[in-house]
């Protein structure tokens, strides 16, 4: 095999401008797609934890919280890959809605999906929360809906951080699939500059080591974050060691 | 005699699933009191406490504050309980939150919640008045949510040096001690000038370094006429700060009386046991 051949052949290619464009194209829709992705996912998540960890006293409550199962059996039982296609060419075109952007679809739809798997993850970090903290909030005469806002998410958001940190990376990861519905992502830029002259085995490798880099930099990004939300129960100013 | 009442107690019983907790409790606490109520573990008296705040829901019975049935389901206890302050065995202060933060919350929440409320209120007198013959006198709030931050921080601040903790002010709960911890958490009640104080064992999860300070702080309120409801193991403290004690067993008051005379002179079987093995 000859690698020298074909990694001057990929960076011949490279040096057209169209397809420096196409791969700075490319990255920015994956990493769109996965940041507005996660955005919805944890709205969408919370707002479906919150549901499912409520009393359920009132009707509307039980309500809710059968079409929010209903809603994640859904969306964790399909692939990605499904929903992507079904919500492209068979919801929107059924609901005669034309000329939609494939990225905004590849944004919902990954918010949408994103949305079941962060409620569970959610779930268990408001569960995670000490029932003190829920009982302090009601004993001062705040109702349960402040406290929950202001008090017990903010907690469960610092407990489940890494957990979101993994659910961003999976994120990340599957745009690769975006191409099913024509959008120009990491996965299709590379592959088009690959077909320029036949030779793959680069661009891949090279999408390879852009993903990688792409999530380690999640991976700091996340330490960051939680050393950013720890200051809260850190004991004492840390000594160096004498 | 009805203007002195703060709460009154009657009929009160709570059921969990068949088990029957409390069984026709009557109680009355009037103005200045500071009621110790003691008794075994499981014996219903922090489920008692608890239920004069709807923490849990009582299945039978009144519990009359301020005039209203607060076990009345449609009674805003919300409301109510921004009267009613409560301080927990597990101290349970806000995490995310420094001390100040803590103390101020539900101060300046419910200070914005009023403001907004009367502004609705004034707006709504203002559209009226347009279609009015004789305008009504338009009552438009005077202070700020600026002003209502500032003074709930003031008065923080004020209670903080009043327990000499005014440089955790800025510290998070987690940097503190369980002393420090539980005296915050009662100023964080007081915060919001409460009718009346419940504790629910509020010395138990401390290290006995730390109880004094805990009940110094609980004397020196009850000097002041603070209205207290205490559930504790703290035999001294009922003694000497308590004007009535209070014995529970097996969900009922077996017995009521002042301290001189419940411990020196108890009447009920089950109390002369109970005391021969705690004092």
Redesign the interface.
């Known amino acids: 095999m000859d690698w020298s051949t074909k990694w001057e052949k990929f960076v011949s290619t490279m040096e057209g401008e169209y397809f420096q464009q196409l791969l700075l194209d490319g990255l920015l829709n994956t990493d769109k797609v996965a940041v507005m992705g996660l955005i919805i996912g944890i709205i969408i998540g919370t707002l479906i934890a919150v549901v499912k960890v409520a009393p359920k006293y009132k009707l509307i409550m039980r309500i809710l919280d059968k079409i929010c199962t209903v809603y994640v059996a859904l969306f964790r039982g399909t692939p990605m890959t499904v929903q992507l296609l079904l919500a492209y060419y068979v919801l929107l075109p059924s609901l005669g809605v034309r000329n939609v952007d494939s990225l905004t679809v590849g944004i919902v739809v990954f918010g949408m999906n994103s949305g079941a798997y962060v409620s569970e993850i959610m779930r268990g970090g408001i569960n995670s929360v000490?029932k003190?903290?829920m009982?302090?909030?009601?004993?001062?005469?705040?109702?349960y809906n402040?406290t929950m806002l202001?008090?017990v998410i903010?907690?469960a958001i610092?407990n489940i951080l890494p957990t979101l940190g993994n659910e961003f990376i999976t994120l990340i990861k599957e745009t690769s699939v975006l191409s099913f519905i024509t959008v120009y992502d990491l996965y299709t830029a590379l592959s088009a500059i690959g077909s320029k002259n036949y030779e793959k085995m680069v661009p891949y490798l090279v999408m390879a080591v852009i993903y990688i880099i792409l999530v380690l930099l999640i991976t700091l990004l996340v330490r960051l974050l939680e050393t950013a939300l720890a200051?809260?129960?850190?004991?004492?100013p840390k000594r160096k060691k004498a | 005699m009805q203007e002195n009442c703060i709460l009154k107690i009657e009929h009160l019983n709570k059921k969990f699933a068949d088990h029957e907790v409390l069984k026709d409790v009557n109680l009355t606490v009037n103005k200045g009191d500071v009621v110790a109520i003691i008794g075994p573990s499981g014996c219903g008296k922090s489920t008692f406490l608890r239920c004069l705040n709807c923490m849990e829901d009582p299945t039978g019975g009144t519990i009359l504050f301020r005039g209203e049935n607060l076990a009345d389901f449609k009674v805003d206890i919300n409301k109510h309980r921004r009267h009613i302050g409560m301080v927990f065995q597990q101290f349970n202060l806000f995490n995310n939150m420094t001390v100040l933060q803590n103390i101020t919350l539900a101060p300046i929440l419910v200070g914005c919640a009023d403001l907004r409320a009367k502004k609705r209120k004034t707006l709504l007198t203002k559209i009226g008045n347009v279609f009015r013959k004789e305008k009504k006198a338009v009552d438009a709030p005077t202070v700020t949510k600026a002003d209502i931050k500032t003074a709930a921080k003031e008065k923080a601040m004020e209670l903080l040096k009043k327990i000499g903790l005014e440089d955790k002010a800025d510290a998070y709960p987690s940097t503190l001690s369980g002393g420090q911890k539980q005296r915050i958490a009662i100023v964080r009640a007081l915060a919001m000038e409460p009718d009346v104080l419940l504790f629910d064992e509020p010395t138990s999860a401390l290290d006995p370094e730390m109880v004094g300070e805990v009940l110094n702080l609980m004397t020196e309120l009850a000097n002041e006429g603070m209205t207290m409801v205490v559930v504790t193991h703290e035999m001294g403290f009922a003694k000497e700060v308590a004007n009535r004690v209070i014995f529970i067993d097996e969900g009922v008051i077996k017995e009521e009386n002042t301290p001189q005379e419940f411990f020196h002179a108890p009447q009920n079987e089950r109390l002369k046991e109970f005391l021969s093995k705690v004092l």
């Open positions: 000490d003190g903290q009982e302090a909030g009601r004993a001062v005469g705040l109702s402040v202001r008090i903010p907690q610092k200051k809260s129960d850190k004991s004492a």
